[in-house]
């Protein structure tokens, strides 16, 4: 039991500079809270965006980050680590705007309550020398005070200012939506965030090439590529169904863009859910179709050779347009063809599309000259043996597992190429029956997306501009107007103060005190009419 | 008139205009240079000047007032005449626009490449100098804004220049009017306001150094809380403007075009970055501490990073979907 008297408070035994948790607590939320670790979080949020327009990011162009993942296998370690190829969804870039956020909303909190009690609060008083802020006039006038008062009041109401009179002084203020176009603002930021995040965790992204006379249905296995938000559910996908009727674009043949395709459009005839009526839609570029929350946009196009391979027993076992992927602006394009039940043994197409070909003599191979069909040929070179396709591994369509292939070649050595035009056909050597092409058929990139939220996000961002241009350009002021009985007449000194740090307030002063005298002036020219 | 001579006109004006804005650029010189050794009444000093020169009245122990008067209506002569060149600049400028869009057929906007943003951008930086000339009293302003433009000019000239093309698919939208007219203004206005903060960042340095000078271009400039408070109007009415073509009609045609409205395109990672820098120097300016000297930094900064993505990106960063460029159209029927 203590009983030694003490006028120390038990919290002494500290040492200095110990704090308790609850202040330690205060001093942080103060700190975080505080307009320089708000500009600290800001410009450090700036940052940490640069290395993500830099190094590729999975989740914008996955191809070109596996690319250059493969060219650096040394610092590819290292970058994935440290989450350098996905930058925005990073800890430490999550970090520093949820501790952005935080800060704002520390922040926005008690400004709220403050405007809140301040909206109804009368203008302060005057200050007892107005002389010394910085804008200020003074004039004498023969009015007496109560006279300069009313006028002065008049005049500031007429400015719409907030009024109120403490002795022979009349303080007004005015702009007081300013802050409240502040506090929209950062609380938009966070209704925008909160769209965003819907969308990201919600949403969900897809691609699909879908070849024209063919259908696509919108499910998870349809899709060529898939990209869900953490926390998408499958059910809630939109079940329409669309097909692809036909597909169209104009090629330019003169001026600087020649070989440029524009006016894309793919005919698609679609229906909103299993009964619901058809309907058609001409989809082009910058004009996607929405069908319920999901919309569908064209986003790329190409060709798919109609290649056909009849195995050794004259069976077809392989038919149909295959797509085949574009590699430049001529379209030239790459692609497989892969006949799994071919008998006697498995045979694999690989090799380019020309939809205008062209031979260079210069490297000896064959190039195209345009994107436009023109004169399509496709140049393949054959394989047999196992392709691996029943090993239970899925395999991209566009390329071959060429492991336990052999190359077919003629008997010099020179690999066995295939050269078609549509309509041809060529029997291959050793009866192992025979490829022909049959025609070519455009397919178009379709992109699909579903991004709940967007409207939130889109709402939030319209109220931060309304918001912000209150917060500046509405400027807030306070205006005196004091009037004094002198011994030759009335001193009436004016004096503004700028509230905002933008505006300047002698044009206000010297408008005020000018309306005043003018006001004064008619005023007593009025009382001379009716005398 | 045929789609040739429109860009023929349009080639010609963009390089007349370039000779107007030399010329106005050399008026410039030849004023400030004659004030160099003028010393700048206190009356001068403390108000910003209109005209430089044309308030100064030079009565210096060397001369009679006669010859100082001389002097003072010929500095004054040259600044109005370099004004007013830039403003035949402008105009001609104006018209190599015009002609730029009226040669493509169909007729389009003018900005369908970086040749045509460039021209566009510098076109705005001109205008608003020479439309807020008056209002801000920007006359300190002249030199350095007319070689800015000049200078970017020249490299879009040389470096960017493309012949006139139709616009690839994913541009022709309406949206390319009003997303490229509003990052375009906010561009301009931002620039002027970066040059302001910039010269803010020279005086505030010359008064640490040397205290206020008697004569010369850095004590011909307003005070320091003017120069401050310029800087700030061209920022406030650039920030929205930004607001505008960066978070609202971007994610809008963007969503239109390539099916999501955020894409995390180094052009837009790089405007984000803009606005972001612009919105701490709002915060900065009303912080203690980071108050003038550190604000006007930032403004520098804020305007690095909008002509760094402006152009710079384009060329550092190849999976940008704004690249405007004509090669390397993978499987996409969208500007990649």
């Not at chain 1, 403050?114 to 109804?120: A, D, E, N, S, T």
């Not at chain 2, 009444?41 to 000047?49: C, M, N």
Request: overall charge neutral; glycine content about 8%.
């Amino acid at each position: 039991v203590n009983t030694a008297l003490s006028t120390r408070p038990p919290e002494d035994d500290r040492r200095p500079g110990e704090l308790t948790l609850r202040e330690l607590l205060r001093w942080g939320w103060r700190q975080l809270t505080s307009m320089r670790t708000a500009l600290v979080l800001l410009l450090l949020l700036a940052l940490a965006a640069v290395p993500g327009s830099v190094i590729p990011q999975e989740g914008v162009d996955s191809l070109k980050t596996s690319t250059w993942q493969s060219d650096h296998p040394k610092l590819t370690p290292i970058y994935e680590k440290i989450g350098l190829f996905s930058v925005y969804d990073s800890v430490w870039f999550s970090a520093i705007y949820l501790l952005l956020m935080i800060s704002l909303v520390g922040c926005i909190l008690p400004r709220t309550l403050v405007y809140w009690r301040g909206l109804r609060a009368k203008p302060p008083a005057a200050p007892r020398n107005l002389g010394r802020l910085p804008e200020h006039a003074s004039y004498s006038t023969s009015d007496d005070v109560d006279a300069v008062l009313d006028r002065a009041r008049q005049l500031l109401r007429r400015r719409r200012y907030r009024i109120s009179t403490t002795g022979e002084a009349v303080s007004a203020e005015r702009g007081y939506l300013r802050e409240a176009g502040n506090l929209l603002f950062h609380f938009s930021v966070l209704v925008v965030l909160v769209g965003f995040g819907l969308g990201s965790l919600f949403g969900y992204k897809g691609g699909v090439i879908v070849v024209q006379g063919s259908g696509f249905s919108n499910t998870v296995s349809q899709y060529d590529d898939f990209d869900p938000g953490r926390l998408f559910r499958a059910d809630d996908m939109d079940p329409f169904y669309f097909k692809v009727d036909d597909f169209a674009a104009d090629w330019l043949t003169s001026g600087p863009r020649a070989g440029m395709a524009r006016g894309f459009t793919a005919g698609l005839s679609y229906q909103e859910d299993l009964d619901a009526p058809e309907k058609t839609y001409d989809l082009k570029v910058n004009h996607p179709l929405t069908i319920g929350d999901t919309d569908v946009f064209l986003i790329g196009h190409g060709y798919a050779p109609v290649i056909t391979i009849r195995d050794g027993k004259g069976n077809e076992v392989t038919g149909g347009p295959t797509p085949f992927l574009p590699i430049d602006q001529t379209f030239q394009s790459i692609g497989v063809v892969k006949a799994q039940n071919a008998e006697p043994t498995q045979i694999g197409l690989e090799g380019e599309f020309y939809p205008t070909v062209a031979f260079s003599k210069q490297t000896g191979s064959y190039y195209s000259l345009f994107g436009k069909p023109v004169d399509p040929m496709v140049s393949l070179l054959v394989y047999t043996g196992d392709l691996h396709m029943s090993d239970g591994t899925s395999q991209s369509v566009y390329s071959l597992d060429k492991s336990d292939t052999t190359m077919l070649t003629k008997k010099n050595g020179a690999p066995y190429r295939l050269d078609l035009r549509p309509g041809q056909s060529v029997k291959l050597p050793h009866g192992l029956g025979t490829v022909s092409f049959d025609g070519l058929r455009p397919w178009v990139k379709i992109q699909i997306s579903q991004t709940p939220g967007k409207w939130i996000a889109l709402t939030g961002v319209v109220l931060a501009l309304i918001g912000l241009l209150g917060s500046l350009f509405i400027r807030p002021r306070r205006v005196w107007v004091r009037a004094r009985r002198e011994r030759d007449g009335t001193l009436v000194e004016v004096a503004a103060l700028d509230r905002s740090g933008g505006g300047d307030m002698a044009g206000v002063v010297d408008e005020l005190v000018g309306a005043l005298q003018g006001a004064a002036r008619s005023a007593s020219t009025d009382r001379k009419d009716e005398s | 008139v045929t789609d040739v001579q429109w860009e023929s006109l349009s080639n010609w004006a963009v390089a007349a205009c370039g000779m107007v804005y030399f010329l106005a650029l050399l008026a410039h010189l030849v004023e400030w240079a004659s004030l160099r050794k003028v010393p700048v009444t206190a009356g001068a000093a403390r108000e910003s000047v209109d005209v430089p020169g044309g308030v100064v009245v030079a009565t210096g122990p060397d001369g009679p007032a006669d010859d100082a008067d001389d002097s003072a209506r010929r500095t004054a002569f040259f600044g109005r005449l370099g004004y007013l060149l830039t403003c035949l600049a402008v105009a001609v400028h104006l018209l190599g626009l015009a002609a730029r869009g009226m040669a493509a057929d169909p007729n389009r906007v003018p900005w369908g490449n970086m040749y045509e943003f460039t021209l566009t951008g510098t076109f705005v930086v001109a205008f608003l100098y020479v439309a807020l000339y008056r209002k801000f009293r920007l006359a300190w302003m002249a030199p350095i804004v007319v070689a800015f433009v000049l200078t970017v000019l020249m490299v879009a000239v040389i470096w960017l220049y493309s012949p006139v093309a139709p616009l690839t698919e994913a541009l022709s939208s309406y949206w390319l009017v009003i997303h490229v007219v509003s990052a375009i203004i906010a561009t301009g206005a931002f620039t002027l306001g970066g040059i302001t903060s910039a010269l803010y960042l020279v005086k505030a340095r010359s008064l640490a150094k040397n205290g206020p000078r008697e004569s010369g271009y850095v004590a011909r400039l307003p005070r320091l809380e003017v120069l401050d408070r310029v800087a700030y109007r061209m920022h406030a009415f650039g920030f929205p403007v930004w607001t505008f073509a960066v978070l609202i009609t971007g994610p809008i045609w963007a969503h239109q075009a390539w099916s999501s409205y955020w894409n995390w395109d180094p052009k837009e990672v790089w405007a984000f970055i803009t606005w972001v820098v612009y919105a701490a120097y709002l915060h900065a300016r009303t912080t203690a501490g980071w108050k003038g000297r550190n604000a006007a930094i930032l403004a520098l900064v804020g305007m690095f990073t909008l002509w760094f993505n402006f152009i710079g990106i384009n060329y550092f960063s190849t999976t940008s979907q704004h690249s405007y460029a004509e090669g390397a159209a993978v499987i996409s029927t969208a500007d990649r």
